[in-house]
């Protein structure tokens, strides 16, 4: 069983719409957890970046963690077809781990 | 500032044939790292470098090498090349520390076809 479970979709929306994306995890030592956005042919960039269980918010972009339920979830609000991309959850033990990266769930966001 | 740099972006080998995958980074970056990405796997490590000089194994080393030239270039090598190492392979940076905490940095990535 992988460590980290991510549905790899693709989630098709219309723009406006609200994304959600999820990723659940079995280890309970991960503490740092990212989101990273990947468009298609390029290499993966950093989007949100949290520590412990709680929500960070910046701009459109939502990002939740709830270490009770080994769950993250990252929100996009008002969602824009530049949207459209691969979006990969990540976490980690420690500052010194190794990333645990999820498959990466594509999105679509229609005009 | 042209960050991280791979080449080539894409490559064909015969079963048995060896290569090796360029990385280079002009953003002054202590850590060095390799992946490759294949569907429905995500993003797996293969190889690390925390500081000029190091080298780790990630979680999927078999089959590969790799040198730390210097603080810039980070190699990745296939000695023997077989078609399970078909794959996009990334390098990526960062700043200081570990994996964990600051922000790593993704090239373009390298398209490697076994045949």
């Known amino acids: 069983q992988k460590e980290v479970e991510q549905d790899p979709g693709p989630l098709s929306v219309p723009e406006g719409a609200i994304v959600s994306l999820n990723c659940t995890y079995s280890?309970?030592?991960?503490?740092?957890f990212m989101w990273y956005r990947q468009y298609s042919r390029k290499g993966p960039e950093l989007l949100m970046y949290t520590y412990s269980s709680g929500n960070k918010e910046d701009g459109r972009f939502t990002a939740q963690v709830d270490k009770s339920s080994k769950y993250i979830s990252l929100f996009i609000r008002d969602s824009q077809p530049s949207d459209s991309a691969t979006y990969l959850c990540?976490?980690?033990?420690?500052?010194?781990?190794?990333?645990?990266f999820g498959a990466g769930t594509q999105v679509v966001v229609t005009p | 500032n042209a960050g991280v740099t791979q080449t080539p972006k894409f490559q064909v080998l015969k079963t048995g044939q060896s290569m090796t995958l360029q990385c280079a980074q002009d953003m002054n970056h202590n850590s060095m790292y390799w992946y490759r990405q294949d569907p429905g796997m995500g993003l797996r490590l293969i190889y690390y470098?925390?500081?000029?000089?190091?080298?780790d194994k990630g979680e999927v080393p078999n089959g590969y090498n790799v040198s730390r030239l210097n603080k810039r270039e980070f190699s990745l090598r296939l000695e023997s090349a077989a078609p399970s190492q078909t794959s996009v392979y990334f390098c990526a940076s960062s700043e200081a520390g570990g994996p964990g905490t600051d922000t790593q940095y993704f090239g373009p990535g390298t398209r490697l076809t076994v045949l």
């Open positions: 990540a976490m980690v033990t420690d500052s010194w781990g190794k990333l645990q």
């Open positions: 470098s925390a500081s000029e000089g190091t080298t």
């Open positions: 280890n309970s030592a991960f503490q740092y």
